[in-house]
């Protein structure tokens, strides 16, 4: 037997107060018996621990269940048999929330999720196993009747490679100059970003433009704040072949933003052991971590802390003897 719920609106869009309707479609091979079907409406917040917070939230996210904000059931149909064939059975069910509660807007976030469901359960004699179907639904709040106009920001931004931040070798980077501007800062969040984009000078070959959007989400509690952000790439442009003087590209914004999330590396060095007369050093071109002879070691003008190897030779100290012992592949004894 299968199961499925459509709702009347296929957008699954509403708000706080409306009728949540639609019909529960059994679609059977032979007579289904059921011990009765039942529909219900829940909606709750979420609060979600993530990876990169463990150890600082976790005793705050830990200690907070989910927030019911709508939950109640309804019995559609009493025990008895599903015919044969296509069965559909109408409902409608407020959207009422609990008492002291209003229903927020859908939102899934990285530590917050807020979430609505419809499910519809079938019970069924001991043999069989009880049918479901969960369905989620978007609520959105409803557009106040007065609502003030948005004041439009214009920002105008310039990117260079001295504006760039985070960068490990800047003789890498081309010289080019990128200029445009974000129409307005406020934006509803059902309109599209615009903006410009105009590329005035490049040195190297463009092969294609990407604008990205990062939203940052923050949560905080008594124990401080938890910060990440999802990023969407919209690539707007390609180009195989451009020549490498000046170039200029001209096209709307959809998507800009200018935050970043900020990540803490570890040093790679950490976990390498290298042996006696190496040491760790990171490659700049890869950033990995690899061991090698030692460089340098500083003079030692004290006598009493050289030392003497099996092949009868004095060092200036344990540094020289294990450099010299590394480097030479010889099997030098501090005497």
């Given at each position: 037997?299968?199961?499925?719920?459509?709702?009347?609106?296929?957008?699954?869009?509403?708000?706080?107060?409306?009728?949540?309707?639609?019909?529960?479609?059994?679609?059977?091979?032979s007579e289904a018996k059921?011990?009765?079907?039942?529909?219900?409406?829940?909606?709750?917040?979420?609060?979600?621990?993530?990876?990169?917070?463990?150890?600082?939230?976790?005793?705050?996210?830990?200690?907070?269940?989910?927030?019911?904000?709508?939950?109640?059931?309804?019995?559609?149909?009493?025990?008895?048999?599903?015919?044969?064939?296509?069965?559909?059975?109408?409902?409608?069910m407020p959207l009422r929330?609990?008492?002291?509660?209003?229903?927020?807007?859908?939102?899934?976030?990285?530590?917050?999720?807020?979430?609505?469901?419809?499910?519809?359960?079938?019970?069924?004699?001991?043999?069989?196993?009880?049918?479901?179907?969960?369905?989620?639904?978007?609520?959105?709040?409803?557009?106040?009747?007065?609502?003030?106009?948005?004041?439009?920001?214009?920002?105008?931004?310039?990117?260079?490679?001295?504006?760039?931040?985070?960068?490990?070798?800047?003789?890498?980077?081309?010289?080019?100059?990128?200029?445009?501007?974000?129409?307005?800062?406020?934006?509803?969040?059902?309109?599209?970003?615009?903006?410009?984009?105009?590329?005035?000078?490049?040195?190297?070959?463009?092969?294609?433009?990407?604008?990205?959007?990062?939203?940052?989400?923050?949560?905080?509690?008594?124990?401080?704040?938890?910060?990440?952000?999802?990023?969407?790439?919209?690539?707007?442009?390609?180009?195989?072949?451009?020549?490498?003087?000046?170039?200029?590209?001209?096209?709307?914004?959809?998507?800009?933003?200018?935050?970043?999330?900020?990540?803490?590396?570890?040093?790679?060095?950490?976990?390498?052991?290298?042996?006696?007369?190496?040491?760790?050093?990171?490659?700049?071109?890869?950033?990995?971590?690899?061991c090698q002879c030692i460089?340098?070691?500083?003079?030692?003008?004290?006598?009493?802390?050289?030392?003497?190897?099996?092949?009868?030779?004095?060092?200036?100290?344990?540094?020289?003897?294990?450099?010299?012992?590394?480097?030479?592949?010889?099997?030098?004894?501090?005497?």
């Amino acid at each position: 037997m299968a199961l499925d719920i459509r709702l009347k609106r296929v957008n699954k869009i509403y708000s706080e107060g409306d009728d949540l309707s639609g019909v529960v479609v059994f679609e059977s091979r032979s007579e289904a018996k059921h011990e009765g079907i039942v529909l219900s409406i829940e909606g709750t917040v979420n609060m979600q621990l993530s990876s990169k917070n463990v150890g600082i939230f976790e005793a705050f996210y830990n200690s907070v269940k989910p927030v019911p904000l709508i939950s109640y059931g309804v019995e559609i149909a009493r025990s008895g048999k599903l015919p044969v064939g296509k069965t559909e059975i109408p409902f409608e069910m407020p959207l009422r929330p609990k008492t002291n509660r209003c229903l927020y807007e859908t939102y899934h976030g990285v530590f917050i999720t807020i979430q609505y469901l419809i499910k519809c359960e079938v019970k069924r004699p001991m043999l069989n196993k009880d049918l479901q179907k969960v369905v989620e639904f978007i609520v959105e709040y409803r557009k106040p009747p007065e609502l003030k106009p948005l004041i439009d920001k214009s920002v105008h931004f310039l990117i260079t490679p001295e504006s760039l931040q985070n960068v490990k070798d800047r003789s890498k980077i081309p010289k080019f100059r990128i200029s445009g501007q974000l129409e307005s800062t406020v934006c509803k969040i059902t309109e599209p970003f615009t903006g410009e984009l105009c590329v005035e000078q490049c040195d190297a070959v463009i092969r294609s433009i990407e604008l990205q959007l990062v939203r940052v989400e923050t949560c905080g509690c008594a124990e401080g704040y938890a910060r990440d952000g999802r990023l969407n790439m919209y690539e707007l442009a390609k180009h195989r072949k451009q020549p490498k003087s000046q170039t200029t590209e001209e096209t709307n914004a959809v998507l800009v933003s200018t935050e970043t999330a900020n990540e803490v590396k570890q040093d790679p060095c950490i976990k390498m052991k290298c042996g006696s007369g190496k040491e760790c050093i990171i490659e700049t071109e890869t950033g990995a971590a690899k061991c090698q002879c030692i460089s340098a070691c500083a003079d030692n003008t004290d006598v009493r802390r050289r030392v003497c190897s099996n092949h009868n030779t004095t060092w200036q100290s344990d540094c020289h003897l294990f450099k010299h012992r590394c480097t030479c592949l010889e099997e030098l004894v501090n005497d």
